[in-house]
């Protein structure tokens, strides 16, 4: 291979019925999906929030000293000018703080954040990664801190995380203004893109392992944001909220993308000994259409890794790019 340097009847009638009976408190919204939910209720509280967890959050009075727990969201609080009294530490040579938040505290790394500096703070709201803080979340409920656990992975998902950050701060306006800035930027990608749909498929890499990205990883939610084709899609029976499945040169070959990307997570130098032992030392690899007209990439991890937030249309362009450069010249 050369050189890998080009780099989604009862139950659904209640529901329609539900949804219009509901129009006016505030319309459906995926089943444990963030909700900006209600402020300034009746029962005096300043908002009420669905997280990502499905739990419902009350917040008493406008947060005054927010803690931020996952680096991805920081950018989110940056675009509605928020304050923040602690942050998560950032340990990634493709990741930065914004500049607004270089001396803010810091509570720890994302993945193993300080209970303890996190409680000398004296937060009134901890925002939080739905998947990494599961644990974290009860105790610090257990010491009367409001806790919204976040998850950010897909283009909805920034979204809705950008309209729950926006209800926290009281920049809703901002927070809408910054979605239809987002929305109209990759409108103008996709209005763009040819009527035929090419097949892409999206190979996972790490040094123990090759594993096929699916539509509902984020480097597949990009693609399906351009209506490409994932020759992983409905690939047999997936567990809960795998995003991959095990890597197979024959249902690949079978496939035949016109597209392949790379996305790798470790030392360089090891992924690719595990690529040319896994992909590219089969015969078959050299006959895929992609390989053979050169349309191979790696994807760069700040945007295909690591959700690019406020940066997804930066993510979709870059993409866009790659699979129709004679169109995004």
């Not at 950008?162 to 979605?179: F, N, S």
Request: charged share 25%; glycine share 6%; net charge negative.
């Amino acid at each position: 291979m050369r050189e890998l340097t080009m780099v989604k009847r009862w139950i659904k009638g209640m529901t329609v019925f539900l949804c219009a009976a509901t129009l006016f408190i505030g319309g459906c919204t995926p089943q444990n999906a963030a909700t900006a939910g209600s402020r300034g209720t009746g029962s005096g509280n300043y908002a009420v929030i669905t997280d990502d967890a499905g739990r419902t959050v009350t917040l008493k009075d406008k947060p005054q000293r927010v803690v931020v727990l996952s680096t991805s969201l920081l950018n989110f609080v940056a675009a509605v000018d928020g304050n923040l009294a602690g942050r998560a530490t950032v340990k990634s040579e493709v990741a930065s703080i914004p500049e607004k938040y270089q001396t803010v505290p810091d509570v720890g790394p994302v993945y193993n954040v300080s209970t303890e500096k996190i409680i000398e703070l004296k937060p009134d709201l901890v925002i939080a990664s739905e998947i990494q803080h599961k644990e974290l979340i009860p105790i610090l409920e257990q010491n009367n801190i409001p806790v919204l656990a976040l998850r950010t992975k897909t283009y909805d998902d920034v979204k809705r995380n950008l309209e729950v950050i926006g209800k926290v701060y009281g920049k809703e306006d901002t927070a809408k203004a910054k979605q239809a800035e987002m929305d109209a930027a990759i409108a103008a990608i996709t209005d763009k893109l040819p009527h035929e749909h090419k097949k892409i498929a999206i190979i996972h890499a790490t040094p123990s392992s090759v594993t096929v990205e699916l539509p509902n990883s984020l480097a597949g939610d990009i693609a399906q944001l351009l209506h490409l084709d994932n020759v992983a899609a409905g690939a047999g029976t997936v567990q809960g909220d795998a995003e991959k499945i095990p890597y197979s040169m024959e249902a690949l070959v079978e496939k035949n993308p016109d597209v392949i990307f790379f996305t790798s997570m470790g030392p360089s130098e090891k992924i690719q000994k595990r690529i040319k032992q896994d992909v590219e030392s089969s015969p078959a690899w050299s006959s895929l259409k992609a390989v053979e007209e050169g349309s191979v990439y790696v994807l760069p991890e700040n945007y295909f890794l690591l959700n690019p937030g406020l940066d997804y249309p930066k993510a979709v362009d870059y993409m866009a790019r790659l699979v129709y450069p004679e169109v995004f010249q």
